[in-house]
């Protein structure tokens, strides 16, 4: 059990946590809520021994233990699958002792721990955390060096889950990936053996893999029993008598009533309106907190509504090489009041079609008609590094006033959210969740008749989250969305497209229909995408083929290690009196022999498979 007894925390001179008591038991999966800056970090960095207490104590059981998310992505020549095998380090450690091992009888332990560890089928496993997360089993061979940095972090977090602590600490892990990742995760910690504790602002994570919330408000820590929406509930009693909340409410019902009345009757929409109908039935009693001290989002409304189709894109292919476009085929159409979300994998070609749509590309062939005086505003988590971090609000408002009065310019800055001396903090002392407060409304200051909105919930908490929401819903010009926040499609899109096969389609179905649509794909790829050799190869191409060698090689050093691995477990069965004197341990040497014949064959499969395409691209 994880014992937190008369805790208080305090950091540069803010008393955090105060006195706070919890106990969570072995097996429970937590989420730990709460406004940014309260401390949740914090917390975790107390549970790992890593920060000491002001007060109270921390205890957790004998031997356990603690695994999360490394702070710095890997980086280097190993390949992916390498890097996480290497986390689980006592399976690690005991096949570098194997290697040279050669008294019979500690074979024999170390072959039996192999087997208790399941260790055999740790490469699937490894690699079915891999492609869950996103990468192909081609991507798995490949050197981290050859990732960015958002993707190596995905290679972190797939160690980590691999390693299977027996306290799992995640803080925001859904930050690094896109929606079919996070559907991913969702399913993976939902089905976590041991104790998980996940910092998360994410709505549909913490209702659908955690069944208790940790809750961390005015220095204290309040555990909940249930998924998040019970928790919400919980919280929500207190203010039923809020009017403005109540008010929120029924506008949120109305807007989602009002779609249904309008497209329950037509077949293209029915199942998306279903799905608001489902959203209604969960308005028990409300759907988003937004308690008083949140600051309201606003997008300024474009001073003209432009006639339809705002955008329409005929036949279009768009990418940065002509010879290869990332998308072909591409024929959309938008309208000024269009609500879209877009979805597929990181690198389908999401960001090529923002692109596109924003005119910041050009396409090769095809045609994109644009509305006369269009004006698109474009939202980017990248962008946050190109804020002055010397100006304040204040002089990023006033650069884009020019000679505005002096309370004009305060004003607007307040209205995005920074008033008084908030205004004047310099941009790099500002928190992440800020720095996307300032830049969203840097970006719709001048009131764009569409917002291309990508990934814009990384740093904001939950009720920030509920906030941007109701401001997307209120906007009167359209909304392009890449989000890996399933609760903010949900309640704001009304179209689907999905980016894959280097094309765009429309996608009728919801969003539930969607994520079984991505769990069985990516469960059903990932085991045999590495132990299954297809019953129609295609032929490689000859630029693949230095990932082809690598693949040989690594088959075969494989080979050999099993091989050797097999011969020291037939030495130490060979000895006279191991089945009389421990029988126990000889019938578990002799499943670690049967698992490792098994792990050779499978090398040699792999090798055997390998081989044959080097052989043709080769040809």
Known sequence: MLSITDLSIRLAGRLLIDQSSVQITPGSRVGLVGRNGTGKSTLFKVIRGELAAEHGSVTLPPRWRIGSLAQEAPNGPESLISVVLKADLERDALLTEAEHATDPHRIAEIQTRLVDIDAHSAPSRAAAILSGLGFSAADQLRPCAEFSGGWRMRVALAATLFAAPDLLLLDEPTNYLDLEGTLWLEDHLAHYPRTVIVISHDRDLLESSVDQILHLERGKLTLYKGTYSSFEEQRAARELLDAKQLKRQEAERARLQAFVDRFKAKASKARQAQSRVKMLERLKPITALVTEDVREISFPAPEKILSPPIIAVDNASVGYDPASPVLSRVTLRIDNDDRIALLGANGNGKSTLVKLLAGRLAPFSGKVTRADKLSIAYFAQHQLDELNEDASAYDHVRKLMGDAPEARVRARAGAIG???????????????????????????????????????????????????????????????????????????????????????????????????????????????????????????????RGSLKKRIAEAEAEIARVSEIIAKIDTALALPDIFARDPKQAAQLSKARANAADALVRAEEQWLEASTQFDEAAG
């Not at 904001?460 to 609760?487: C, K, T």
């Not at 994520?515 to 295609?538: F, G, I, T, Y």
Request: with cysteine; net charge negative.
């Open 418 to 544: 920074f008033s008084g001396k908030a205004a004047d903090t310099k941009a790099g002392k500002l928190s992440g969740g800020e720095k996307a407060r300032l830049l969203l409304g840097l970006a719709t200051f001048f009131g764009p008749n569409m917002i291309i909105l990508d990934e814009p919930t990384n740093h904001l908490d939950i009720d920030s989250r509920a906030a941007l929401a109701e401001a997307i819903n209120e906007f009167p010009g359209a909304v392009i969305m890449v989000s890996h926040d399933r609760y903010l499609i949900e309640a704001c899109a009304e179209r689907l497209w999905i980016v894959a096969d280097r094309t765009v389609t429309n996608y009728d179905g919801d969003l539930d229909e969607y994520r079984r649509l991505v769990l069985s794909a990516r469960n059903a790829e990932a085991p045999r995408e590495r132990n299954v050799p297809s019953e129609k190869p295609q032929r490689p191409r000859a630029d693949n």
